[in-house]
């Protein structure tokens, strides 16, 4: 048991390692992205900042910290879940773009590891990315952590990379399945969670029907959930709550994906989409 | 020089020749049918295909584009399922034994499929990895099946992307041996390269089989490559395996002037050149 366990691990380290070689391969738009991820956290970050301005009222100084951190922890947050929903999303157009699709799914690895080697891979580049923005951020801004309460926040993102995890597996199948529009279809899902997820805005602002979405949107949870931690200090105890219907949307979501994986990748081989050109 | 590979993993136990009559074949394909919709018909791309080859022969597939080599290539690696026969690699079922045929399988395509921008040496790594080979191991038998095949050492941490396409070949093929297969899929393997590089591959197959004790199924419109390599050679022409023998056999059955081209002209009616009329672009 445990040396079959560590076999697969090993398996799986052939994608962690491979995602580590292509980052450092394509280091330049690694750059730009962490750039560009810099800036638009900056942007919205001094969105924050401008408030009085905007609004043309006196807004005490603590208060604007307040909402420039609320921003912040909203556009961070999003950047790591937005990248692991990408990058996962993306296995099969990325593979197919490379020419290497036939070889991966030719290799004697199960799809759970392979997809565990992706996930894993996917969370070392999102966690480069995001801790980098994090201190560049603060470089800029000062950022009022005194109330933080890490552990929950670190509980929470996981949780949700978790969820995010399991919804990039099953718009992975997309691609799979229509090998022109397949990815559009995937960046459509992301979108939508963007708007319903109050990653810049509470829910309670939008139209009433998209409210409906929010609640389904592991993002929702998550976000609020690291807003409590990092403003407030609430501990896990208090963010359960916000927790468990993440937990549980990852819970459901991972194995549902993957079982829309395994059968999006036999109807491929049926129908001859398992190959470079779709 | 001795190739760096390790002996061909071989068939799984219980299908050894001497326990079990079946698994004498590494091989054994029955009644593959493969049809494809285009433009709202069905095409027929592989009409009944029986086959088999026996462990340490190497067998040419010979057939004109879109004569169906590469879909019936593809349909024994797994990659496409066949809506009708069956597939058995050492006694084992290609469906119901999915992850331990792909064990014992490996394939080399007519474009050789990389990372480009990772390095000869970084592609092999990771190819090894998926196939339970350390990276230390894969890194010293990499340099030496490369050096083999003709890549200079200075040239193994170049970026892919920057070799020749021949050389990309050789790395895919150099891919390929790594994993030691016990059978090996070559599709179209020297399809691009130069007289040299050709004779170094086939060269390397050779040996490969001889030194390794692998099984080699190789597709191919090279006749020259099919006379000098293949032990047995089958026709395929409209998706179905029209003839098979050894070359000596098919020049004397089909009572020719002594060339594969002829026999390929006397049984197909056209030149291996020229492209099937029933071609379907990229699934044939």
Redesign the interface.
Known sequence: MIGEVA?QA??A??FV??EV??MK??WLWELVWIIYGIVTSLSVAFIGIAAPVISGNAVDPSTTSRFVLYLLVGTIAWRFMGLVFENIAEIIAWERW???I?????????RLTHLAGMAAGTIVRAVVFSVTTLFAVMLFIPVDLSHANALSAVTMLAVGTVAFMGLGIASAVFPMLWTEKGLQMAYIVQAVVLLVSGVYYPTSVLPTWLQALSVISPATYVIEGMRRALLDGADLSALWPLVWPALLVGVLSVPIGLRAFIAAE?YA????R????G | MTIAVRPAIGPPAGTDPGQAGHARQALEARGIVKR??ASGKDVVAVAGVTLSVERGEIYALLGANGSGKS?LI?AL?????P?EGTVTVFGLDIRKDE??V??L???V?V?A??????SAM?NL???G????VPASEARIRSRQILVRLGIAVTRHDE?LEKLSRGMQQKVAIA?AFLTSPALLLLDEPTTGLDIRSKREVQTFVRDLRDEHDATILLTTHDLDEAERLADRIGVLHEGRLVVEGTAAELMGRHGTRGSLEDVFMSITGRKIDENEPSEIA??R
Do not use: C, H, Q, W
């Open positions: 076999t090993g398996l380290y052939a390692e491979r070689a292509l391969r394509y490379e020419g290497t036939e070889y991966t799914f030719m290799a004697p690895v199960p036999r081989k049926r129908t001859g398992l190959k470079r050109s | 494809f919709r879909t593809r690696s797994t990659l496409l399922e809506d992850l331990a792909k064990r399988i490996n394939r395509s474009e499929s990389f990372f480009k921008k990772l970084e790594v990771y190819a990895r998926l196939y339970g970026p891919r990229g699934e």
